[in-house]
């Protein structure tokens, strides 16, 4: 035994090629089977915890990506029409997600860099402006979800009455046009009364020259003539100052001409004079974005958009006809001051009224 584990001892010494004996080799045999098996025993005690978590959570995300396959599958068979309203109200959340973390993005940097409301670009300003909308009209369905049960009668309300209680993300496509007309077939209503209204204050101007202007213009829109630039244009005074100035406006003016700005008439004589001038004045910033950046970089909903929101039915009419009518409406706009606003007001009835295709 001595004389064996001097052998060995030597070979490891020197690099002897003496070949162990039987034994050596078995207790060798068992120890590197024994390190083998170690090994992975002990990496998978070592797992990183992170590695569990995030394998746990894919797991989870593909079988609810599964079952949800199988529920819309579900409902596209059984029940059809209840499926359409439930992809639509799905979709409709996400856009309005979208819009929310869009608009966080343009109000941080507003913060950051100390920007005004009139210095964003223009499609940042009507991104802000549209948002602003349907949040509202949000927080009322919100707010009156509040009660217990209540969002029972809420999902109620909202199925029966989408037009005044969901925002545009949540109607269909036909939803879209039937509603857009309908809101100007509410706001076309007011233009008699508008026109009206200047026919009364034409006797007030004590300049005769303007006096003439707006005589002519009166008689070209009543006979279904489409007015030109220049011929609002040489009102300008006539709308800076009395009769018709922004703040020499009679209540049933404030009253008519909100109702065509698709703006609730039924407020205050100050609050109404306020939000009328808040209003035009955001229009105003808005035309002066959307000429440094020009109409031909508008999409064709863009421009739909711009014209309906400037009180042209834009929904029936070509896309080229509402480019001219944008780009007639953006020269008058950006010709004035801001003492001038209420010619820019008024201008949703006059420049809108006869144009090509919007008599029926």
């Not at 584990?5 to 045999?29: D, E, H, N, T, Y």
């Not at 949540?170 to 026919?199: C, G, M, V």
């Not at 005589?215 to 006979?223: F, G, S, V």
């Not at 009328?276 to 031909?296: E, N, R, V």
Request: overall charge positive; glycine content about 4%; aromatic content about 10%.
């Amino acid at each position: 035994m001595a004389l064996s584990r001097l052998c060995w001892a030597r070979a490891a010494l020197w690099g002897s090629a003496v070949i162990p004996g039987p034994f050596v080799i078995r207790r060798l045999q068992l120890g590197r089977s024994g390190l083998a098996w170690g090994a992975p025993r002990s990496s998978k005690l070592h797992l990183s915890p992170k590695a569990d978590s995030k394998s746990l959570i894919s797991y989870v995300v593909t079988k609810t990506k599964v079952i949800n396959e199988k529920y819309h599958r579900f409902l596209g068979r059984h029940f059809p029409r209840f499926y359409i309203l439930y992809t639509i109200f799905m979709k409709g959340l996400q856009m309005l997600w979208a819009d929310a973390k869009k608009a966080r993005r343009i109000k941080t940097n507003m913060w950051k860099h100390n920007i005004k409301f009139h210095q964003l670009s223009y499609r940042e300003m009507e991104h802000l402006r549209q948002f602003r909308r349907d949040v509202t009209k949000c927080l009322f369905l919100g707010f009156i979800s509040i009660p217990p049960f209540a969002n029972y009668l809420v999902f109620l309300l909202m199925y029966l009455f989408p037009r005044q209680l969901l925002i545009r993300h949540f109607w269909t496509a036909k939803q879209q046009i039937d509603f857009l007309d309908i809101y100007h077939a509410l706001r076309k209503q007011s233009h008699p009364e508008i026109l009206s209204n200047l026919e009364r204050a034409i006797p007030l101007i004590s300049d005769t020259g303007l006096r003439w202007h707006l005589t002519e213009l009166y008689t070209k829109i009543q006979d279904g003539t489409h007015p030109t630039i220049s011929d609002i244009l040489a009102l300008r005074e006539c709308f800076s100052s009395h009769p018709l100035g922004m703040n020499q406006l009679q209540s049933l003016q404030m009253k008519a001409l909100s109702r065509a700005m698709l703006l609730t008439p039924y407020l205050p004589p100050f609050l109404l004079r306020h939000r009328l001038k808040t209003h035009t004045t955001m229009i105003y910033q808005l035309d002066k974005a959307l000429a440094k950046l020009g109409i031909g970089q508008l999409t064709a909903q863009e421009v739909k958009s711009a014209c309906y929101l400037r009180g042209l039915s834009s929904t029936h009419i070509a896309e080229d006809r509402c480019r001219t009518w944008l780009g007639e409406w953006l020269q008058i706009s950006c010709s004035l001051k801001e003492a001038e606003l209420s010619l820019l007001l008024h201008n949703v009835v006059l420049l809108s009224i006869n144009y090509i295709g919007t008599r029926h």
